[in-house]
């Protein structure tokens, strides 16, 4: 695995972390110069999301681009940055001020809460484990105790974060486990290449790589994790700030009627992606597209009948993991999950007209390609290529 990597920040920003993961699997950072934060109109000005995978060009976050185009998030100015590949970038722009919410993975979350990084978990939108291991075909396992003594490809080394605790959780012995930082986004063909014994993957990702002629079977965390997935964070001063909290309020009102929007008529939000992204539309298709989306729709609903509503989060999923990764030491302090995670903002992003939303999706005009797929006919092969 790489030692070291490092980011550059866009124009205005002199600020650079070192990225350094130890033998134990602890991930580190050193800042080094000052830094400079944007000057920003009261309570944001243009409020900026960033990816944790250095592109916009997937389906993953289809209810943003759903909402966008139902006019959810009203007269809010808002903007989407796909950021650098580096693994921690969505933490670290936010906690400089470079950007406004990350959507990072609970290992990279930790990455941010081990630096001292003053951030906090507003909206968890992966209520189950996204993250999965593929393997080459007939080579899958159920028992992932039997990847010690083997090689995972990971896209980048930040990955470790998430791997780790996944494994452990699985009673994996972590000290046993090689990492290979196979590059983004070239880890899976690596994996198809004969290189390594399995690689991380994820919903959505799955249908993606069927797309490129790679095609896996895995074993998959959203069956078998009770771990949390990647959640939105802000820098914590901001919900001390009324005017932000309110302007946070809203913003997330429009994500939560994207989630409904999209759980209602999966294949008109993958449209509103397709729109924005003529090239993803090639690629993947109507049918992938659809089978993508229902992928992770499946993540971010979870079991909505125990939660308080979308971005809701379980805190003694949360508390387990944190519970976890102190245990295997990639954090050095025990954390509460109450500290850094919070339901504050729930309410008021769930307090929205669900009637409305489900007739603007009913009402979603769909192009001959959409209108033609049986989405039960899909749903009921979601799981096709898990590990038997």
């Not at 509460?336 to 009637?355: M, Q, R, S």
Request: glycine share 10%; net charge negative; hydrophobic share 40%.
């Amino acid at each position: 695995m790489t030692k070291e990597s490092h980011i550059s920040f866009k124009a205005g920003i002199s600020r650079r972390y070192f990225l350094q993961v130890t033998g134990a699997g602890v991930v580190t950072a050193t800042a080094l110069g000052a830094s400079a934060f944007r000057a920003q109109a009261e309570p944001y000005g243009k409020f900026t999301w960033i990816s944790p995978r250095g592109t916009l060009e997937v389906l993953d976050d289809y209810p943003y681009w759903a909402a966008k185009k139902a006019g959810y998030f009203g007269d809010l100015d808002t903007d989407m940055q796909p950021g650098p590949s580096d693994g921690t970038a969505t933490v670290k722009f936010v906690d400089v001020g470079q950007a406004d919410m990350g959507f990072p993975s609970p290992g990279v979350f930790s990455f941010a809460i081990q630096n001292g990084m003053k951030l906090k978990s507003v909206f968890h939108m992966g209520a189950r484990d996204t993250f999965s291991f593929a393997f080459r075909k007939g080579e899958g396992t159920n028992d992932l105790k039997t990847l010690e003594g083997k090689t995972i490809l990971l896209g980048s080394a930040a990955w470790q974060s998430i791997t780790d605790p996944l494994l452990a959780s699985q009673g994996v012995d972590i000290k046993k486990v090689k990492y290979v930082e196979a590059g983004w986004p070239t880890w899976g063909t690596a994996l198809a290449g004969g290189q390594g014994d399995a690689a991380l993957s994820w919903e959505g990702l799955r249908a993606e790589w069927i797309a490129k002629n790679l095609d896996f079977e895995y074993w998959l965390g959203v069956q078998n994790s009770k771990l949390p997935a990647n959640t939105f964070v802000v820098r914590s001063a901001d919900l001390d700030d009324p005017d932000r909290k309110a302007f946070l309020e809203k913003y997330l009102r429009g994500w939560a009627m994207g989630l409904e929007f999209g759980y209602q008529n999966p294949r008109a939000a993958v449209e509103a992606v397709f729109e924005q992204f003529p090239t993803l539309a090639k690629n993947l298709g109507p049918e992938l597209g659809t089978t993508s989306i229902l992928q992770q729709i499946n993540v971010f609903r979870g079991d909505m009948d125990k939660r308080e509503g979308w971005g809701s989060h379980d805190m003694a999923s949360w508390q387990g993991f944190f519970d976890q990764i102190h245990k295997i030491g990639q954090i050095s302090s025990p954390v509460k999950a109450e500290d850094v995670c919070t339901n504050e903002l729930i309410g008021p992003a769930n307090d929205f007209d669900k009637a409305k939303v489900k007739a603007d999706a009913d009402g979603a005009k769909l192009s001959e390609g959409f209108a033609a797929l049986d989405v039960e006919k899909i749903k009921a092969h979601l799981f096709d290529s898990a590990v038997k």
